[in-house]
Every structure is written in structure tokens, then in C-alpha cells.
């Protein structure tokens, strides 16, 4: 847990965010012990921009993993999940440990049922 934690902590420096400087890292990590960071990318069309956790977790599928141990987000301030974040946890990762952190470390541990309780998911599809 302390180098998923330390590589979200790591990641806040790659962030690029020119407009809310709200720097965001996440690290997760996969079955296999590979931990693979991402940071935000704001754009001046603000919803293309992309969250921390988004692109850690786009980056590990894109890199052929599918399942994952724990997800650790590191903020200045510990700061939670989007939504959007919180749905696409879920629908890759399941029922994971989320780790948040600020630049010191870990601040506070729940689990990705608890952040988005009642899913949509593939069983509401029919």
C-alpha cells in the first residue's frame, strides 16, 4: 500500500491543470503487483479534460490488465472522487480498497461500495 500511496503522491507533479491548479494523482494497482500512476488533464473545453483517476485506471487497461487490488488518490487537501470517477471504479475495478490521500500520506481508507452505493451497472442492462 505505501508505494501505491507514495506513486499517487508522485503523480500530483505530472498534473496538468493551468485553470483550477487542483493538481490530482492516483496510482492503481493490478493482481499482477504492477502499479500504474495518472494524473488530471485539464483543457480550456473543460469537459474534455480528464481526472487523475480516470487515466490511471485507462492506462492499466490499455496496457492489457483487468483486475485490480486498490486505487489510491492523492490531492492537496484529500480530496474524493468525482461521480463520473466514482462509476467508471466501479465498472472496472468492482469492489476495491480507495485509499485517499494528501501530500503526506494517507488521510483516510473506504472502499469503492461505499463511495457509490446502488451501482449502474452491466445487471441493469437488459
Do not use: H
Request: with cysteine; hydrophobic share 35%.
Amino acid at each position: 500500500m505505501t508505494t501505491l500511496i507514495q506513486t499517487a503522491i508522485q503523480m500530483m507533479d505530472k498534473a496538468r491543470s493551468p485553470y483550477s491548479n487542483y493538481r490530482v494523482g492516483a496510482a492503481v494497482e493490478t493482481i499482477e503487483n504492477k502499479i500504474i500512476g495518472g494524473c488530471n488533464v485539464e483543457n480550456a473545453s473543460y469537459p474534455l479534460s480528464n481526472c487523475a483517476e480516470r487515466t490511471a485506471l485507462f492506462t492499466a487497461t490499455a496496457e492489457g490488465y483487468s483486475q485490480f487490488k486498490g486505487l489510491a488518490v492523492a490531492t492537496v487537501n484529500g480530496g474524493f472522487p468525482c461521480g463520473a470517477c466514482r462509476q467508471v471504479i466501479w465498472e472496472i475495478c468492482g469492489n476495491i480498497p480507495i485509499y485517499i490521500c494528501d501530500t503526506n500520506g494517507l488521510i483516510e481508507e473506504t472502499t469503492s461500495s461505499a463511495l457509490l452505493p446502488n451501482p449502474f451497472d452491466e445487471s441493469q442492462l437488459i
